[in-house]
């Protein structure tokens, strides 16, 4: 069993949490409120910012070349294209940023959760919760890719995710936490597995501020 697959399985109930969630659910099902769509842009677009710091991270402590050149790709990627998506999506249904929101504990959390793994720990760890991130948002969109959506910006967004490049993305990444599951002993690799659940449950919880029963 490769270390992806060990993530996957031993942290199933945490992984399927995600991509089973309420928020998840009813945006395929053409259901999700639009106070609740809308709050989700708020803040995911603010958290693309922390992701570019994230990555900034990442191509500090990448070994190689090779490496580094692909997160910068990547990164670039991330800072203009989905950067793009938010700018629209802000302006074609009139939002603005909310401090409030950004202050709650679950955002808070999330945002200097991912943070903090880029900033305290060494590359295997880094790659591990990018990882946890884009394996997830890939395996849902894929899913529901073909959901008849009434909210093209919607569709959009699942797009983006389902789209060969950020399969490719994803791929790079599963691959690289194969690689190091071939290497790391036991107890490391136990650590990496935990850290993979760790950012599955920051996931559930930061779409949940979105996701809001009193909106249905």
């Given at each position: 069993?490769?270390?992806?697959?060990?993530?996957?399985?031993?942290?199933?109930?945490?992984?399927?949490?995600?991509?089973?969630?309420?928020?998840?659910?009813?945006?395929?099902a053409d259901t999700l409120p639009d106070a609740a769509f809308d709050r989700y842009?708020?803040?995911?677009?603010?958290?693309?910012?922390?992701?570019?710091?994230?990555?900034?991270?990442?191509?500090?402590?990448?070994?190689?070349?090779?490496?580094?050149?692909?997160?910068?790709?990547?990164?670039?990627?991330?800072?203009?294209?989905?950067?793009?998506?938010?700018?629209?999506?802000?302006?074609?249904?009139?939002?603005?940023?909310?401090?409030?929101?950004?202050?709650?504990?679950?955002?808070?959390?999330?945002?200097?959760?991912?943070?903090?793994?880029?900033?305290?720990?060494?590359?295997?760890?880094?790659?591990?919760?990018?990882?946890?991130?884009?394996?997830?948002?890939?395996?849902?969109?894929?899913?529901?890719?073909?959901?008849?959506?009434?909210?093209?910006?919607?569709?959009?967004?699942?797009?983006?995710?389902?789209?060969?490049?950020?399969?490719?993305?994803?791929?790079?990444?599963?691959?690289?936490?194969?690689?190091?599951?071939?290497?790391?002993?036991?107890?490391?690799?136990?650590?990496?597995?935990?850290?993979?659940?760790?950012?599955?449950?920051?996931?559930?919880?930061?779409?949940?501020?979105?996701?809001?029963?009193?909106?249905?």
């Amino acid at each position: 069993m490769t270390l992806s697959e060990r993530m996957l399985t031993e942290e199933a109930a945490a992984f399927d949490a995600m991509v089973t969630h309420p928020f998840v659910r009813d945006l395929a099902a053409d259901t999700l409120p639009d106070a609740a769509f809308d709050r989700y842009l708020l803040i995911e677009g603010a958290f693309v910012e922390t992701a570019i710091a994230i990555f900034g991270y990442a191509v500090a402590k990448a070994g190689d070349l090779q490496d580094r050149r692909k997160l910068i790709a990547s990164l670039d990627a991330l800072a203009h294209g989905q950067m793009d998506y938010f700018r629209d999506a802000y302006a074609r249904r009139g939002l603005a940023p909310d401090p409030a929101l950004q202050a709650d504990p679950r955002v808070a959390g999330f945002r200097d959760g991912m943070l903090a793994i880029a900033r305290d720990g060494d590359f295997a760890d880094i790659i591990t919760a990018m990882f946890a991130a884009e394996w997830m948002y890939w395996t849902w969109c894929t899913a529901h890719r073909d959901a008849a959506l009434t909210d093209p910006m919607r569709q959009d967004w699942i797009a983006l995710h389902a789209a060969p490049e950020f399969r490719a993305q994803a791929q790079w990444l599963k691959e690289k936490v194969d690689a190091f599951g071939r290497d790391l002993p036991e107890a490391r690799s136990a650590e990496l597995v935990a850290l993979f659940g760790k950012v599955q449950r920051l996931e559930v919880a930061f779409h949940t501020v979105a996701y809001d029963i009193e909106d249905q």
